[in-house]
């Protein structure tokens, strides 16, 4: 599908998504959070497709926040509510679905760029990247789950410094906080995440999923119920044929060929 505000490339098992609005440093604009919706409906739908990078285009930015110039049109609170429930139901999705999703932060992630982000699996930055949650300078807040992704990565006491000051930090901050994984050179960094999209997409499709999933699930709750929930996932990836398949294989000393059942 062919989308306004977004280029969805496939290269082999794994998808690009680059937010295409350089002009406005990739802001999500109400019309990018749809495409954004149906992007990933699409690749979430999608067989061949086991991985997912998102980047943003131009050399400026990942994304630079929701699209401020769409604010004032929210005239009520309660509009504003529904903005950030339908912002907060894309990203949950993409928490949710059942196949990686690397963020490639090529500059600017802020406001919602950033909790854009945090709902991926990974994030890799470039190391010119700055990252940060502004809205306080706008007399707003995070409305993208950026208050409880942030505290979850960071931490009480440092998601409330970035929220509360708005001061964006660099990637070597960021790593150092936990808030982004891995820091790479500009240049080197969308050829970094496809290979980790290549790699991710070669392993076991069922055991990916579930190990996903477990991790999420297992960070809503106790640590007693996440391990509840890991051993049942451990079951469903023993009934597979692919455990079955895989251990032959590292017994017999050669690769794996996965069927994802
Ligand atoms: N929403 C809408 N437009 C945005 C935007 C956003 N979040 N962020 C940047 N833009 C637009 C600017 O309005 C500008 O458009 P123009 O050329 O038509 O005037 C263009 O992108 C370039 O941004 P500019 O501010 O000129 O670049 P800069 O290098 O001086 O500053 C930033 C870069 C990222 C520091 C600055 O753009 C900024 O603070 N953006 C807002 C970040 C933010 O508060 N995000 C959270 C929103 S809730």
Redesign the pocket.
Known sequence: MDYDTLIVEREGATALVTFNRP???N?LSMATMRDLDAAIDELAADPEVSAIVLTGAGE??FV??????EFNSLQSGQVAVDYALRGQAILNKIEQLPKPVIAAING?A???GCELAMACDIRLAADTARLGQ??I??G?IPGYGGTQRLARLVGRGMAKLLCLTGDPIGAAEALRIGLVDRVVPTAELLDEAKALAHKLAAKAPVARALIKQAINVGLEGSLSEGLGFEAAQFGLAFNTEDRREGVTAFLEKRQATWKGQ
């Open positions: 002009k406005a440093l802001a400026r930015a630079a926040g929701a699209d401020i110039s600017f802020l406001g919602g502004p809205e300078n706008l707003i």
